[in-house]
């Protein structure tokens, strides 16, 4: 009798060690897919608990503060999340909560180890990378078994190993007119990670809507990717405070994390028509925002005809830049 209720115990404690360990891909509990970063724990930067909505910033007329110059129009028919399903965005006020919102956690999945390379030929920097995360950090993609987030956005893809070589300019020049971004990949990060515009393939605001893992990405079936720049990848400050380098734009101007001189973080409200600025001995460059469009809102600089996301970039003639202190309509103000 005393073996049997020892086996028996023994039984009930690894059925319910295996049941802890399926926790979270059985969850129904939003609590277990949250985040906190401690970009949002201060009072400095924009609301993390109300960011504004980036849907009805697209542009394809010209450049703007605070939207994303795109070469596409928007397509509804292109998969995406489930609208209905999605609780974390107040269509009614065009916000949505960075707290509220639904990641894939990390778990089993263990992709090989990620490359970055980064040298120097004559005026060119050339890059390396197999599209994986150098640091190692990834959720537990495919998020089939998750069936929360599953139910939310039916995304099945499986990042894999890509590797790809990128030319950038090491000392750009702005373009006489700022060029529009395409889908695909904007940049790339020297996390050995690409990087694309704001948008979904609907062309609205895809971290807002679209599951991604705790750590920034997702895969397009097996091409993994960034639409925002995780705070853990903003890890460099130079002497003033200011960030450091986190990637390099398709122009060759490199993006910044989310610090600007003296430690202050930037917003929209602190940068140009193409999420950038210039000051000091900088020269020009872009900086990443928590609020949309999050990397860059067009091309600065001229692009390379060999780069993903470089094709189609030119705005339609005669067209008016709006000024800097100018916003496409009056009726889209930054909420």
């Known amino acids: 009798m005393k073996k049997l209720l020892i086996s028996l115990l023994l039984l009930f404690s690894l059925h319910s060690f295996a049941d802890e360990g399926h926790d979270h891909k059985l969850s129904y509990n939003p609590d277990d897919f949250k985040i906190n970063p401690e970009l949002c724990q201060d009072e400095k930067g924009p609301n993390c608990a109300k960011l504004r909505l980036g849907d009805d910033y697209l542009t394809t007329l010209k450049p703007a503060i605070g939207y994303l110059y795109s070469c596409s129009e928007k397509n509804p028919n292109a998969p995406g999340a489930i609208e209905s399903k999605i609780t974390w965005i107040d269509f009614e006020n065009s916000t949505w909560s960075l707290f509220e919102k639904l990641w894939l956690p990390s778990g089993e999945f263990n992709p090989k180890d990620g490359i970055y390379i980064e040298s120097n030929n004559g005026d060119k920097i050339i890059v390396e990378i ?13 998020m089939s078994e998750y069936k929360m987030l599953t139910s939310i956005s039916p995304n099945r893809g499986i990042p894999k190993e890509q590797k790809q070589s990128f030319v950038f300019i090491k000392f750009p ?35 807002a809507r679209e599951i991604v893992d705790e ?20 890890k460099e400050f130079l002497d003033n405070g200011h960030s450091g380098i986190v990637g390099y734009i398709n122009d060759g101007f490199p993006l910044y994390g989310y610090k600007g001189v003296g430690g202050i973080e930037m917003t929209n409200e602190d940068l140009d028509l193409c999420h950038g600025h210039e000051h000091d001995d900088f020269g ?5 925002t928590i609020e949309y469009p999050y990397t860059v809102g067009c091309y600065k600089g001229e692009i390379i005809s060999n780069l993903q996301g470089s094709r189609n970039n030119r705005p339609p003639p005669n067209q008016k830049v709006l000024g800097n202190n100018q916003k496409a309509s009056p009726k889209q103000k930054r909420n």
């Open 130 to 142: 197999n599209n994986l995360p150098v640091d190692g950090k990834i959720g537990d993609w495919p």
């Open 173 to 207: 020049e702005k373009a006489n007119y700022p060029s529009c971004l395409s889908l695909g990949a904007i940049g790339v990060t020297k996390n050995g990670v690409l990087i694309f515009n704001a948008t979904d393939g609907r062309g609205e605001d895809a971290v």
């Open 215 to 234: 750590y920034g990405g997702h895969p397009a079936r097996e091409s993994y990717h960034y639409h925002f720049i995780h705070e853990r990848l903003d």
């Open 284 to 288: 020009y460059h872009y900086h990443s």
